[in-house]
């Protein structure tokens, strides 16, 4: 596999990760399954970019890619998740007494064409907000990274 495709990935794995983990610790109610509203989106959206801001100490134009890039991530996740429910691919594979690889190659086909197809604009997107960081910046972030058991900005 070449590695901007490895890379791409792995990036986009992650941030699918994290924002499901974001909604399942952000459920309230008996709504499971039946996803976000784009309101409740843009909500946390807007939380996220204010939290990280003032953690940054974001000046406009940072502040303006580091929102150019939640929407970056949003769009991407809408592409990897697809029109389906992820609970119930799963369990349409396993609906019968043998396992269905024919469609789970194709789920399978389908999440990296989405992730090969959103990723250099997600890379892209966050590679403008990282340039665009000062050094002391850019050393906040690295160091949040590398302590990444702790939650994300404060949280967790």
Same mark, same amino acid.
């Given at each position: /596999?070449?590695?901007? $495709?490895?890379?791409?990935? $792995?990036? #986009?794995? %992650?941030?699918?990760?994290?924002?499901?983990?974001?909604?399942?610790?952000?459920?309230? *109610?008996?709504?499971? %399954?039946? *996803?976000?509203?784009?309101?409740?989106?843009?909500?946390?959206?807007?939380?996220?970019?204010?939290?990280?801001?003032?953690?940054?100490?974001?000046? !406009?134009?940072?502040? !303006?890619?580091?929102?150019?890039?939640? @929407?970056? /991530?949003?769009?991407? =996740?809408? !592409?990897? =998740?697809?029109?389906? @429910?992820?609970?119930?691919? $799963?369990?349409?594979?396993?609906?019968?007494?043998?396992? @269905?690889?024919?469609?789970?190659?194709?789920?399978?086909? &389908?999440?990296? &064409?989405? !992730?090969?197809?959103?990723?250099?604009? /997600? #890379?892209?997107?966050?590679?403008?907000?990282? @340039?665009?960081?000062?050094?002391?910046?850019?050393? &906040?972030?690295?160091?949040? #990274?590398? =302590?990444?058991?702790? *939650?994300?900005?404060?949280? *967790?």
């Amino acid at each position: /596999m070449k590695p901007w $495709i490895k890379r791409t990935l $792995i990036g #986009l794995t %992650g941030v699918t990760v994290l924002v499901a983990g974001l909604s399942a610790c952000g459920h309230r *109610g008996g709504h499971h %399954g039946q *996803g976000w509203s784009e309101e409740r989106i843009t909500e946390v959206r807007g939380k996220a970019i204010e939290r990280i801001s003032g953690k940054l100490d974001l000046n !406009a134009e940072q502040k !303006a890619k580091l929102g150019a890039l939640a @929407d970056q /991530m949003i769009a991407s =996740r809408k !592409a990897f =998740r697809g029109n389906s @429910d992820p609970r119930t691919d $799963i369990q349409s594979l396993i609906a019968s007494d043998k396992f @269905d690889r024919t469609k789970a190659q194709q789920l399978l086909d &389908q999440k990296l &064409q989405a !992730a090969q197809g959103n990723g250099p604009q /997600m #890379l892209n997107a966050f590679g403008d907000f990282y @340039d665009s960081l000062n050094p002391e910046q850019q050393k &906040q972030v690295r160091e949040k #990274l590398e =302590r990444r058991g702790h *939650g994300w900005w404060g949280r *967790g």
